[in-house]
T-cell receptor, first 115, second 114 residues
Framework: DGGITQSPKYLFRKEGQNVTLSCEQN?????MYWYRQDPGQGLRLIYY???????QKGDIAEGYSVSREKKESFPLTVTSAQKNPTAFYLC??????????????FGPGTRLTVL | LAKTTQPISMDSYEGQEVNITCSHN???????ITWYQQFPSQGPRFIIQ???TKVTNEVASLFIPADRKSSTLSLPRVSLSDTAVYYC???????????????FGQGTTLQVKP
């Protein structure tokens, strides 16, 4: 089955620790994205990548880092510099096309709780 | 990126048609209008996309007037399982404008009652 996977589903960490969230896709999509969602809120874009070895900051990149060494993978590291890391994290991917198709495929999400 | 405004919440009953309207006064020429659906603790799911006039697929219709400053998502004969948050987005992931991103607002929470 083609799809996008995130692991783990739930993650607990102590304050001050860095943590890396995994995101893998086998859809052969060029673009990948990381979003954060807080209770009752919409999604906010953290980072996105349109091609391997390149990525762009989204609206709330401070305290996060990413890498895009392979087309299939786009891991997100939540660093100790992120002041309020507890949230639901969603990874997505999309094709690049012209005219554009604004369809992003989302993973199941990782719920991070920092104690 | 164009800002969107949509109602925070709506109620409906099973079997009714639901129309959710979104305002996007400063939509750009290259922007497309896209709607997503999200269930609790899941990622959003693409519903429909349009540029102008009317678009219909197996689950919804999207009505866009000539000035494109608003759009209406129409869900025919809703069921309890349509209870979800619906997001209106304006932009273009790729193509000539190539902003590379979409902005999700707070969305409209639709509650379908029996």
């Amino acid at each position: 089955d083609g799809g996008i996977t995130q692991s783990p589903k739930y993650l607990f960490r102590k304050e001050g620790q860095n943590v890396t969230l995994s995101c893998e896709q086998n859809l052969n999509h060029d673009a990948m994205y990381w979003y954060r969602q807080d209770p009752g809120q919409g999604l906010r874009l953290i980072y996105y990548s349109q091609i391997v070895n390149d990525f762009q900051k989204g609206d709330i990149a401070e305290g996060y880092s990413v890498s895009r060494e392979k087309k299939e993978s786009f891991p997100l590291t939540v660093t100790s510099a992120q002041k309020n890391p507890t949230a639901f994290y969603l990874c997505a991917s999309s094709i690049q096309s012209s005219p554009p198709i604004n369809e992003q495929f989302f993973g199941p999400g990782t719920r991070l709780t920092v104690l | 990126l164009a800002k969107t405004t949509q109602p925070i919440s709506m109620d409906s009953y099973e079997g009714q048609e639901v129309n959710i309207t979104c305002s996007h006064n400063n939509i750009a020429t290259n922007d497309y209008i896209t709607w997503y659906q999200q269930f609790p603790s899941q990622g959003p799911r693409f519903i429909i996309q349009g540029y102008k006039t009317k678009v219909t697929n197996e689950v919804a219709s999207l009505f866009i007037p000539a000035d494109r400053k608003s759009s209406t998502l129409s869900l025919p004969r809703v069921s309890l399982s349509d209870t979800a948050v619906y997001y209106c987005l304006v932009g273009a992931l790729h193509g000539s404008s190539n902003t590379g991103k979409l902005i999700f607002g707070q969305g409209t929470t639709l509650q379908v009652k029996p």
